[in-house]
Structures are given as C-alpha cells and as structure tokens.
C-alpha cells in the first residue's frame, strides 16, 4: 500500500479532519487553563502581600517608626525564599528601615522586573515584582514586596503538559487515521479485484462480503444481489437469441425452399402467383413472429404503465368470449362464461384484452373435439381472481412452467398453428400488472388461474 | 384523388408512390419533414402518408403543426413503432389511421380507400341502404329485401362496418380495430368465422352474395 494512496483515502481525508479539529479544541483549552491559572495565582500573591502590608501598618499606628523597624528586622532574619521584601522611604526616597527602597512614594500597586532568584527557572530570567505601597502619617512609605516567581512556574508547568499533549495526540492520530484508512483501501481493494475478475468475464465471481456487516458490506451485498439479477437477464436473452435462432431458421429455410422449388419449377403463370403468394404467407407468419416479440420485451420494459387506467374486466372478458364463441362452436367446443358483477382494474385495456384473449384462445386451440370451456371472474375482498378451465387433456406437471417460456410448444401440440409466444405474452402481461398466472390440473384438463391484487384492483 | 407521401425510405417510398400511381392515384413525394410540411401546406393534398420518424422535422410534429393550422387533410401515419403507445400518440396527433411496418400494399390501398372516401363533414346517416340490404343504424335492424334479418350486436357492428365501407375493400385488421377493438394479430382467423356467419344470416336462399372475399387483401360488401 503506498503512502499517497492512502492519503488520498476518504477516511484518511475524514481522520486527518478530526484530528485538526481536536487539535484546535485542545489548544484553545490549553491557553485558556493557562490564562485561568496565572490570573488566580497573581490575586492571592497580591491578597497576601496585602495582608502583610496591613499588619506592619498596624504596628507602625502603635508604636512608630521604632516598633516597625524591629519587626522589621525580625521578618528579615528568618531566611526563607519564599519571604517578603519591606522598606520604608521618606518623600524623597531614602531608605528609613527595612532593606528594600526600589518603589516610588506612592499609594497604590507597583509591579517592577527583577533577576529570577531561582536557577532552576531558564525560561525567562526575569521576573515580575509586586510592591504594595501604603502611605504612612509622617510623611513615610511603606513597601512590601514580593516576587511572582510562582507564578511563571505554575504557567511554565501547564505550557509544557499541553505541548506533550499535543506531541501526543498528533502522532496517535495519524498512526491510527493511517490504519483506518489502510484497512478502509484493503477492502475497496478486494472489491476492486473482484469487480474486474467479472468484468474479465467471470460472471459467477461475486465481491467479497465480511463478518462485520459494515456499510462496504451492506454495499457489496446489494452489488452481488444486482449481478444476480443481470446474470439471470443476461441467461434469458442468451435464450431468446438460441430461440430466435432455432426459431425462426425453420421458416425461413422452409420458404428458401419453397422459392428455389418455384424457381426450377418451370411452372404456368397462375402456378406461380400461387406459389408467390404462399411465400408471402411464410414472410408475413415470421414477421408476425418479430412482431410478437417485440411485444413481449415492450411489455416487459413496464413502460405501458404510464397509460394504465380504470378498465372494465368483465367487459374484456365478454368481448374476448364473444369474438372466440363462433370459432369454438365451428369446433363443436363451448365457452361458458360466468361473470359476477363488473371487475374494474387498473391497467393497459388493449393488453387485458389481449390477455384474455390469447388465454382463450390457448384452451380452444389445445383442447380435443367437443370440449368444454369456462371463463370465469370472481372479485373476492382483495383479490380478483380470472380462470379459464378446460376438460382437455391437460398439461403434465412437468410440462407446466415450461408453456410460459418463448417458443415453448409442446409436442403434442407442434402441428397446430402458432409461434409458441402466445403464453408468454400472457405471463409478461400479468407480470406487467402486478398479478400471478399459474396452472393447476383441472381433473381432468387444464386450469389456468390468473390473480391480481387489491392495489391495482377496485371492485365496482 | 392528390395524395402526397413524405417518406425517407426510398424502397419504401418509390413502392407506395408506384401502388398509389396504378390505382389512378396523383401522388407527390417528399423525403423530409420540411419539404414534406412545405408541400403539404401548399398542395392541396386530399390525404397524406407520412412516416414517423423522418430527417429534420418528425411526423408527429409535421400533422401537430398542420392540424394547429387548422388543415383537416387526413393523415396516414406509417411506422416501424409497433408500440400502441405510439399508435395512440399518433391518433392524437391529429392522425386518423396508423399502419405499422411492414405493411402489404393491399392493407395501404384499403385503409387510404377508406381515408379518401370518408366524408369530410360526418353526417351521421340513420339508414344505410347496400343493394337490397337495409340497415338502420337506429333501431338496429336488418332487412334483406324487406325481411328482417336476426344479428347478434357483433354481427350488426361487422355488417355496419362494411355497408360504410360499402365498394371498398377492407381488410381483416381494419375489421379486427373497428368492430372489435383488437390491435393485436390473432392465431385464429375470428374475422373468417364471423363473416362467414354473417354471411350465412343476409345471404337468404337463392339471393346473390353480397359479401365478397377479395383474396390477400379482405372483404367488400357490394
């Protein structure tokens, strides 16, 4: 995996985000606890001063100049880093007692620079000083003083824990942005593999799925589904080419023949309009075949269902019967047709018809002499259900499925007119509406049961 | 009659053309949608044949514009678009007939038939009188010479359907969209057997046959 890779990676992108933006909250709260601490420890430095100025005030108010100087000197002569420095200075600034003059005379806060006492302190060598002035009666001043040392230390010590921290949270960051992005590219990766192993043709292959069901999984799983789906789509164009194929060869060759037969016939004049015409028979029985086909994946595309609207189910069915009627009775076969009150449905009129009509047809055309066969239509609650039953010989369990493939004609049935598509177009009608066609044994014949649902259905 | 044909495809083009011409037909060409729509506004055509999809300016658009102009001609659209959509598309259009490709001539010639002869102002007869038959499109009646004659709905509807078209040929398709509102191609011949019942019920004893089967091309009632 090389390294710009990676960081062209979203989620070295979004880890890369994060970390900016943590690093920005981090540093706000360090300057910000930084700030906080100096402040609070430079009010209590200058409360203590305070307090001590207060006191040697008090003593000067009783016993003079006399009594502060002594206290004073007892101050001074406990040693101690942390202590105070006091003087008192007369209006010119002489030094009167104490040891410390370097304040002007004064009421009010002074703060001055002074050398850092402490070696340990290499950060700045100088240091704040705060004086605390106080008039007193006579004329005199007095200065206690003491140096923020502290402070700057207590600053230095949060300055450096902040830097660690953020020293830290960089290199944890990127290591970890670097890993997610990394185990991020691996798998998209292994999905990239995959998807060019079935673009080299190896349709079976599928993309990589994991345990952990993350979001790439989700999307490789709805992938894999989408490949299941084009493969079946793909397997049944691969069979209607063999169908075409297969299918219309027949023809063809028969009317090849038919012509070169004219052709060498040495035949009279109404001879061959004869045989002409029958020729156009044949071409006008396989464009009859294209055409049929061409209806089927028009139908199957689901753009008709832009113009669906209410249809009369019940008026379909007694026009469709009533068209077949005389062609079923030339057969000495009879229709019955049973309706119960009207059936309206949402769908295509000109397609319903069709439907119902290529269904009829089916049961006519299939059926042996003196048939007999029942339409009917029943809306029960959410379903309408539309039967066409025969007393024929049905169909084999087997042979079932297969009618509703194209150019499926059993063989019993090879020698009666037709291209095998008419079932089909009726199962991509059905399917086109929403609804489910099936065939179960009529002991004896043949049932077909065509169901639509409630959505599209409104009894009426 | 004046018939102008606007088709791109010469085969196509140059076979209607020569059919219509035999018929006695004057008949203009134009090969795109301009010329076409040019001709057509200038020619005083009793029918155009127009193609779907043509160079520069479509069918469609070429009898909208025509109809927006308040030109009546009738239109025959001629297409490879099996799709009934575009078969209603086109009767929205403005057309009044559709034929898809491949048609054979006899279809054409009928429908363009049915198209020149159809009055321009439809007056809608109460009785139409074919030879000795008389059918009253009112009461739905009957009568060969003056004997009532019993027709089931579908039978008057076919019988009707060809008395307007009485002389001209009509082919089982056109049978098949009008009294039936097929626009599919059935296996089984239904226009045979219900003609052939028809026929049985006008055609009473020792009275000539007024329905005459026109081989490859359809029926005509004389």
Known sequence: MKMPEIVGTISFKLSALYLSLFLASFLAIGVSVYLLTCQTLEQQLKTSIETEASRLKAEYDSGGIAELNDEIAELLSFPSQARFEYGVIDSRGQLIAGTFSDFTPAEGWQITEQKSIKTTSTLNSKVHFYISVMALPDNLWLGVGKNGESIENAGTAVIKAFITGFALVIILGSIGGFYISRAFLVKIQRITISTETIMAGDLKHRLPVSKNRDELDKLALVLNLMLDKIVALMENIQQVSNDIAHDLRTPISHLKFRLEGALNGNLSTNQYQEQISLAIEDVDSILATFSAMLRISQIESGSRRSGFNSVNLSQVLSNVTDALNPVAEEQGKTIHLELGQDVILYGDKELLTQLAFNVLENAIQHTPLNAQVYVSLGASGNQTELTIADNGTGIAEIDREKVFRRFQRLEKSRNTPGNGLGLSIAAAIVELHGGTISLVDNHPGLKVVIRFSTKQVYAG | ?222
């Open chain 2, 1 to 222: 009659m004046k018939i102008l044909i606007i088709e791109d495809d010469n085969q196509t083009r140059d076979y209607v053309l020569a059919g219509l011409n035999e018929l006695g037909h004057m008949v203009d060409a134009a090969r795109d949608g301009y010329e076409g729509l040019l001709l057509a506004k200038e020619g005083n055509y009793d029918l155009l044949i127009v193609d779907r999809m043509l160079p520069h300016l479509d069918g469609l658009t070429l009898v909208k514009t025509l109809r927006s102009a308040n030109d009546h001609v009738p239109v025959l659209f001629l297409t490879t678009m099996s799709g009934i959509d575009d078969r209603v598309e086109g009767l929205n259009a403005g057309g009044d007939d559709y034929l898809v490709k491949p048609f054979a001539f006899s279809e054409l010639s009928a429908r363009v038939n049915a198209l020149l002869r159809r009055p321009r102002e439809t007056i809608e007869l109460k009785v139409l009188q074919v030879a000795s038959l008389e059918i009253d499109l009112l009461k739905r009646t009957v009568r060969r010479s003056g004997q009532l004659v019993e027709l089931q709905p579908t039978e008057f509807r076919l019988l009707a359907y060809l008395a307007r078209h009485a002389g001209q040929v009509v082919t089982r398709t056109m049978l098949l969209e009008s009294v039936w509102d097929f626009h599919f191609d059935p296996k089984t011949n239904i226009v045979e057997t219900h003609i052939s019942r028809l026929r049985s019920k006008i055609n009473i004893e020792g009275k000539p046959d007024l329905i005459q089967t026109v081989r490859g091309a359809g029926y005509m009632l004389l």
